[in-house]
């Protein structure tokens, strides 16, 4: 398949694995770019040092020399961005200095200076880094478009595991108004809920160059969830999350931008924020189930797509399959 993403990448298929902090691994986004598609890992709060280690265990799963730039990214929070570029150990010079294809960057009060930082860096060498950036709605992408002047729009829709905007709209509705509202040559690619090849298909068919999968590789042996997560998204149906600021509170994490909220694995976090009780007694009770190994309050990010998670296949395997079913979709639907 032919997309704008896969020219600009130079991949074989229009599919990005997305950078899940406390998910994503060296390992899985070596799988999906080997597969064809394209990996990311997630900075979060990691030491510059270990983000150069885990881009060098992707260099050697792939097979990629030292000096060559890597076909993988790196996401980053802008909020995170903000505490550590302005330490003594910087994120995103050491980053850049290994040559990524991609950097990906969400939630932030002024994104712009970080974009404006990777093409400062860019300005003085050969090797051009792909800049992402998650929109949330119409107005964030005509900014990330004609102020910031990044590569990629990835459009994430409410249904999107983790953290977004907890009023965006569903996917469905919020792609065709960006496609509607950007330039044509703009490369957009889909992002929430995404977990079937039926999906994928659609979201090609209206005019996505590509689509990111997040939630659907929880599952896999790459992703670093402990097992009992697993188990939890493998039993999940439709409407097993929600999306709150309960999480972040109880996780001691609510430091994202306002607006921004989680969506996980409804359980009693939510019970809890739902009977009234104050922060402190709720803080009390997540901290001790934590210390008793109960299951019933998990912090377990994760989008409305695992309601079609019912396996534990590998993130080669899955990509392949969704591709394969996306193009059988778009087959019968030709002819």
Request: hydrophobic residues 45%; charged residues 20%; negative net charge.
């Amino acid at each position: 398949m032919n997309t704008k993403l896969t020219r600009l990448l130079s991949i074989k298929l229009p599919v990005v694995s997305a950078p899940m902090y406390y998910a994503s691994t060296p390992a899985m986004a070596a799988a999906a770019t080997g597969a064809g598609a394209f990996g990311f890992i997630a900075a979060g709060f990691t030491a510059s040092d270990a983000l150069v280690e885990e881009l060098q265990t992707i260099r050697k799963a792939l097979n990629v020399g030292s000096e060559d730039p890597v076909s993988a990214g790196v996401g980053f929070l802008g909020w995170i961005l903000d505490m550590t570029e302005g330490s003594d150990d910087p994120r995103l010079p050491v980053v850049l200095a290994e040559r990524p294809a991609a950097i990906w960057f969400a939630f932030g009060l002024d994104l712009g200076k970080y974009i404006a930082q990777v093409r400062a860096y860019d300005a003085s060498r050969t090797h051009k880094t792909t800049v992402f950036v998650i929109v949330n709605s119409v107005d964030e992408a005509l900014k990330a478009t004609h102020e910031w002047g990044v590569d990629v729009l990835v459009v994430q829709g409410n249904e999107a595991g983790g953290h977004g905007r907890g009023d965006a709209p569903v996917l469905f509705t919020l792609l065709p108004a960006v496609l509607a509202a950007i330039p044509s040559g703009s490369i957009v690619i889909a992002a929430g809920g995404i977990s079937t090849g039926s999906q994928i298909a659609a979201l090609l068919t209206m005019g996505a160059d590509g689509v990111v999968l997040g939630s659907r590789l929880l599952c896999t042996p790459e992703c670093m969830y402990p097992e009992s997560h697993k188990k939890v998204i493998l039993e999940s149906k439709f409407t097993a999350t929600v999306r709150s600021d309960a999480f972040d509170e109880v996780n001691r994490t609510a430091y994202w931008p306002s607006g921004i909220n989680g969506r996980a694995i409804a359980n009693d976090i939510i019970k809890d924020a739902h009977s009234g009780l104050d922060l402190e007694t709720r803080l009390k009770q997540y901290d001790e189930s934590q210390a008793n190994g109960e299951t019933n309050r998990l912090l377990i990010w994760a989008g409305e797509g695992i309601a079609f998670v019912n396996d534990a296949k590998t993130t080669k395997d899955i990509i392949t399959e969704l591709y394969d079913e996306a193009i059988s979709v778009m087959k019968k639907k030709m002819f």
